[in-house]
């Protein structure tokens, strides 16, 4: 067993930064190049890795210290990697450089008194592929000199590509998703040539680049991914301090960082703050209109485009889906209902005891089947407390029909579905589905749901994933029946399958819960008897 002292890397010239996160923990076991500490100046951050697999045997230094180059900041004790000349052996860890200045390609002066630029990636550190996260302006932005025109980031490390020039930006020649080297071109801007950088500079910042030291040539070639890590740009003028981790977990968590208020030192983002964000957000009901981020790109360089506004019911759906999605952990739990016997009651026996005018569909049945389900399996008819640590158990049944109108989605309520008899279920629903596509659906009629299903039966598929609308815990997804061949123990018959997906809050519903329901739900869609009871 061997200590080993962790140091501050080589800082690049700057004399002196802020310890702004501790990311581990006396005890904690970690592989090579997992961060240990970030660190913070005035324009970029930085984490120190560590530079074995090992333990963390002491952290020497606090949040909110100063630290600069070589300062010792832990120890750790590793197995059969090194073989110190003492007990105790010194390692540096040069991880980061301070990146080069942005070169650029001028194009030849003219008379004007503007002219355009070509926007190349600066040095990376010898990375190849970084890949690009945001773009952080707008083609026709007016920006100042290092103001952010897009992020890259690589597997632990986030660098921002600043303006080389003040001016206007023209054209971006790559995309959110693209990959690129250094020296690859990544937009245009048109500048003053006042401020252009004279030829011979370029030409000393290139020369003074060749001219690294050995030691901090090797400190690049050993990083191998970006190595400032500056703050990002969720959007242009609002400033967001996160390092790479946390914005990785905020992407997997769907969390919008520029709504999280950091804890940190000038308001850094760190983990806990996203967890008690989502806490927060979980624990609160979806009032007002959630964040729906589309795209600030220009898709009419690559061709024709047109433009037309959503419906407003559109848009309040995709506020509320995007709460739904952001703040629940959802599972799809997928089954087959054998509905042959129940097709050929609804369509010939119970047709001919109709009175005239009334039609029953599939539905009907679907809903009196979810109603007893529900019965059964209460967890499904319930919501969160406020605090996330009580479950409401509601004692009324109502359940939500999607139905697609011409300008979006509603979701009617039938009220007391379990009190109400196939026919009645089936005219019920019937005349909501006509009210909300004549837009005569009072508002009331859409509020009070406890479950809902919504159904593509009519329109075809195999299985979807629907969402959960909060604060529902379930939902079921209905398609298309089709006749497939089933083993009936002798030989195989044409039987009519329903396919049904249920959709559920992880939180409230176990997997093997989600399984019985489905099946429950199957078994009485199978045999009519059990519905008209």
């Not at 500056?230 to 301090?241: A, I, K, L, M, P």
């Not at 739990?333 to 026996?349: G, N, V």
């Not at 119970?350 to 029953?360: C, E, F, I, N, R």
């Not at 609308?469 to 083993?487: C, D, E, F, T």
Request: charged fraction near 25%; aromatic fraction near 4%; proline fraction near 6%.
């Amino acid at each position: 067993m061997a200590h080993t002292q962790v140091n501050v890397p080589d800082l690049g010239g700057i004399d002196e930064v802020e310890v702004i996160e501790i990311c581990v923990k006396v005890g904690d076991n970690l592989e090579a190049e997992e961060a240990l500490i970030v660190l913070e100046s005035d324009k970029a951050t930085m984490e120190v890795p560590a530079p074995f697999s090992g333990t963390i045997k002491d952290i020497l230094v606090a949040v909110g210290d100063k630290v600069g180059s070589g300062t010792h900041v832990a120890n750790m004790e590793i197995e059969g990697v090194v073989k110190p000349a003492s007990a105790d052996e010194k390692v540096s860890v040069d991880a980061a450089v301070t990146p080069a200045p942005v070169k650029q390609e001028v194009a030849a002066p003219s008379k004007s008194q503007s002219l355009e630029i070509d926007v190349v990636v600066p040095d990376l550190g010898g990375v190849d592929a970084v890949e690009i996260i945001e773009l952080s302006a707008s083609i026709g932005d007016e920006l100042a000199v290092d103001d952010s025109l897009m992020v890259l980031e690589g597997d632990k490390a986030t660098m921002e590509i600043p303006a080389p020039q003040a001016g206007k930006l023209l054209s971006f020649t790559v995309k959110v998703g693209d990959k690129v080297s250094q020296g690859d071109v990544i937009g245009k801007m048109q500048v003053s040539q006042a401020s252009i950088q004279e030829p011979s500079e370029s030409k000393n910042e290139t020369s003074s680049q060749e001219s690294t030291p050995p030691k901090t040539e090797q400190a690049n070639a050993q990083v191998s991914e970006p190595k400032a890590l500056t703050e990002n740009n969720v959007e242009v003028g609002s400033s967001v301090h996160a390092g790479p981790a946390v914005r990785k977990l905020a992407r997997e968590l769907g969390v919008d960082l520029a709504q999280v208020k950091g804890s940190a030192p000038r308001s850094r983002i760190q983990k806990q703050d996203l967890y008690d964000f989502v806490k927060l957000r979980v624990n609160s009901p979806a009032v007002g209109p959630a964040t729906v981020k589309g795209s600030d790109e220009d898709f009419s360089r690559y061709g024709s485009i047109t433009e037309q506004p959503l419906s407003k019911i559109k848009q309040v759906t995709a506020r509320n889906m995007v709460a739904s999605w952001t703040t629940i952990p959802q599972v799809t739990q997928f089954d087959e209902a054998d509905i042959t016997e129940l097709e050929a009651y609804r369509k010939q026996s119970m047709a001919t005891q109709l009175p005239d005018g009334v039609k029953v569909s599939p539905l009907a049945f679907i809903l009196k089947a979810s109603a007893k389900a529900l019965e059964m399996f209460p967890e499904f008819n319930s919501s969160l407390g406020p605090n996330a640590d009580t479950l409401i158990l509601k004692q009324y049944y109502n359940i939500g029909i999607a139905v697609d109108t011409p300008d979006g989605l509603l979701v009617p309520v039938i009220k007391e579905a379990n009190k109400k008899g196939i026919i009645e279920l089936a005219t019920n629903s019937s005349e909501l589905a006509k009210k909300a596509r004549d837009k005569k659906l009072p508002m009331d009629a859409m509020s009070g749901a406890s479950f809902t299903i919504s159904s593509l039966g009519g329109i075809g598929g195999t299985a979807f994933t629907p969402i959960v609308n909060a604060p529902q815990v379930a939902i079921l997804g209905v398609s298309k029946a089709s006749y497939k061949p089933v083993w009936n123990g002798k030989e195989f018959e044409p039987r009519l399958m329903l396919p049904l997906s249920l959709s559920y809050d992880h939180r409230v519903v176990d997997g093997a819960q989600a399984a019985r329901f489905a099946r429950y739900l199957c078994e009485l869609l199978s045999d009519v008897r059990h519905l008209l009871l």
